[in-house]
């Protein structure tokens, strides 16, 4: 048995989200062009003699306790290979909670990993992918990891060609936003045909590898309800533009805003604007990154 982990959860941003249809469970089926970024949070689980999962993390307001990802993602693994010892698992968060980011997920994802890894479980990507889906449905995403169209309620994963690099800006707001207002106001029925992104559009340009055609087709029909509900989404995106990024879209469910940016030094300049200068009123949070593409690594944690 390994004693520590030191793990490492990407948070995720949508290049394109597509709503089909409610389903009679409750559940949407979705069409989404996922794509890991650079920000992490930090994960480091610590064996214990004794039995039980204790959680320890830097934001005060998160649960530690049974309503955390974390926490059922640790028990789902121990209690199915009656595990008898204990662990703790500290959680450093970087990337902004409630946020369209899959922050809880990916952490999640990575408890799934480091704990198949710590008592030497023996699982499979793929069988932890088919855990994963019980504790939420972008959890099996947040393990594959890198780009690729996800389907179903997101859980039907194919993987894509990895993106181009490229300077990713992120910019979150003061506000949060809950993923089940958003979809439980989205009127699927009221959409134009220009509300839909074009997925396939998308993809073939992620194939050619041209970062100018897939920025040019970035779309969230989410931004419906969120853009509504909070302008200042709007507000952020057009700024974004103006500070020379090629585009700009929001993920997820929102808040969070992501640019693409070709120009290093422009990315660096709309960082120190939205973070210290004019704009910074705009933002609670900003972070300069890049795609996290799962073939220019060799760990896959």
Sequence with gaps: MIRHLGLKAYGKINLGLDVLRRREDGYHDVRMIMQTVGLYDKIDIYLKETPGIEIVTNLFYLPVNENNLV????KLLMDEF???????????????????????SSDAAAVLFGVNKMF????????LMKRGVKIGADVPYCILRGTALSEGIGEVLTPLPDMPQCQVLIAKP???????????????????AEDHPDI???????????IHQV????????????????PVIEQIKEKIKELGAVNALMSGSGPTV????????AAENAYEELR???SKGLVKQVYLTNFYNTKEVTNGQ
């Design 200 to 210: 396939d559009g998308i993809i073939e340009a992620i194939k050619s590898h041209n």
């Design 71 to 74: 926490y059922k993602a640790a």
């Design 258 to 265: 992501f640019g693409i940016f070709v120009s290093p030094k």
């Design 215 to 230: 920025s040019q087709r970035l779309g969230n029909v989410l931004e419906t309800v969120t853009i509504k509900e909070y």
């Design 276 to 278: 210290y200068g004019k």
């Design 120 to 127: 030497q479980l023996g699982l499979s990507r793929e069988e």
């Design 174 to 192: 003061a506000v949060g936003v809950s993923t089940k207002f958003v979809y439980d106001n989205l009127n699927l029925e009221g959409l134009k």
């Design 82 to 104: 009656h595990v008898s010892h204990g662990i703790r698992i500290t959680l450093k968060k970087f990337i902004p909670v409630s946020a369209g980011m899959a922050g809880g």
